[in-house]
């Protein structure tokens, strides 16, 4: 098969990418906005890879790149809630347009299926738990905002255009490849980095908080059950258990050996008290079951950090 993945060079299009490529032709479209050459580079060497330097924004790039695609895995995406706070217009631009962009060329192009990247921060401040599919949405950010919008587009044109449409609700991922550099850089690779180099990581309120942690490669596998499965609609895809940020700080200190002070600061605009998955839905539709625990993916990621 061919298979286009956008964000390809990103954290979670990497690992998707690479898994598609033992079987598959892949073909990555990406701009380096929060994606990176190394993340990639050992797909450099197969002849069945081959990378696009573009925008999703582009949509006559899109069109040239989707043709004869038989699947698109969309993972391009302006990623943090506080940058979408910060700047709404950028993150409306890529999410909302440039989804909108790959569903257009995809419906031209004759591309079968879609798998598109949304989010559990759809729910928001919901105190439901956990959270199921059927709730109604209630996003507390325009980065939640989007990704709403995002999966009404994909329903709109599998109603309407006859293309198949997936879109997966992600919880908390983390995984090798996480950027921590950034401001906006999710929790696990910041804490991973800081507790390794002996300092104390951040906590953004009094650290009570839960997520449901779920890592990259259990995301790769609900990614391609979903493309070769017969289904469409919304699926939550996480681990199924959440943590405290207070247990997880001290998980990564016990796996690093390491033991350092947690530091403590206001809770920041936007974030969401607790989290949890129901994935009900997505085990008996997509058959999607995940294979690590929270430890077990901290150890992996704490190895990849430590050999960098």
Request: hydrophobic letters at 40%; glycine letters at 6%; aromatic letters at 10%.
């Amino acid at each position: 098969m061919r298979y286009v993945v956008t964000g390809g060079a990103g954290f979670i299009g990497s690992h998707i990418a690479e898994a598609l490529a033992e079987k598959h032709e892949v073909i990555i479209l990406d701009n380096f906005f929060s994606g990176k050459k190394k993340n990639i580079r050992n797909l450099a060497h197969r002849s069945s890879f081959r990378f696009v330097n573009g925008s999703i924004t582009d949509i006559d790039l899109l069109r040239k790149t989707f043709s004869d695609a038989d699947g698109i895995f969309h993972e391009a995406a302006v990623v943090s809630v506080p940058r979408s706070i910060k700047n709404p217009l950028a993150t409306n631009e890529t999410n909302v347009t440039g989804t909108l962009n790959v569903l257009v060329a995809a419906q031209e192009c004759g591309v079968k299926k879609l798998v598109f990247a949304s989010s559990s921060s759809v729910y928001g401040d919901i105190p439901v738990l956990p959270k199921r599919e059927d709730m109604q949405p209630n996003p507390k950010s325009p980065y939640a905002v989007s990704k709403l919008a995002g999966e009404y587009y994909m329903q709109v044109f599998f109603d309407l255009y006859d293309i198949q449409t997936v879109s997966l609700r992600y919880f908390n991922v983390f995984g090798p490849r996480q950027d921590p550099r950034s401001e906006y850089a999710a929790v696990i690779p910041k804490f991973i980095t800081r507790i390794l180099k002996n300092e104390s990581p951040t906590i953004y309120g009094n650290g009570e908080q839960t997520r449901d942690f779920t890592y990259v490669k259990d995301i790769v596998q609900a990614n391609i059950k979903a493309m070769e499965g017969d289904t469409h609609g919304i699926f939550n895809i996480a681990y199924c258990q959440r943590i405290s940020l207070n247990t997880l700080a001290h998980m990564i200190m016990e796996i690093a050996g390491k033991t350092v002070p947690v530091r403590y600061d206001a809770p920041r605009e936007g974030d969401i008290l607790d989290s949890l998955a129901d994935i009900t839905k997505a085990k008996k539709m997509i058959h999607y079951a995940p294979e690590y625990t929270v430890k077990t993916g901290l150890e992996e990621t704490i190895r990849w950090y430590m050999n960098q």
